[in-house]
């Protein structure tokens, strides 16, 4: 016969928590390199962002928008890291029990 694992973990034995918190870790360091590309694209074009007197939305360039979306998205990731890994402590010192 099966025995039934627990809701709380996953095939492996780990809790979800830390499967996702492991996940969300190595996305946020994998992440510094196009990071720092959206970082180089951003401040290359920072000397026209001072000048421009009326900077509106259509006037910020393609490379712009889409490096400010990866700078959003790694700190999303940062975000889950930590929640997950807080998670994942607070299941660990709860003694395994879900609160939910």
């Not at 973990?9 to 492991?22: L, T, W």
């Not at 000397?47 to 790694?74: P, Y």
């Amino acid at each position: 016969m099966d025995e039934q694992r627990p809701a709380e973990q996953s095939e492996d034995g780990k809790s979800p928590e830390k499967s996702k918190a492991r996940l969300f870790l190595v996305l946020s360091v994998l992440w510094i390199f196009p990071s720092i590309g959206a970082c180089w694209i951003i401040a290359s074009d920072f000397s026209r962002w001072r000048i421009a007197e009326n900077v509106t939305v259509s006037s910020v360039k393609l490379e712009e928008w889409l490096a400010a979306a990866l700078l959003l998205l790694h700190g999303i990731f940062v975000f889950l890291a930590l929640r997950f890994r807080r998670r994942e402590r607070s299941h660990l010192t709860s003694g395994g029990s879900s609160g939910i």
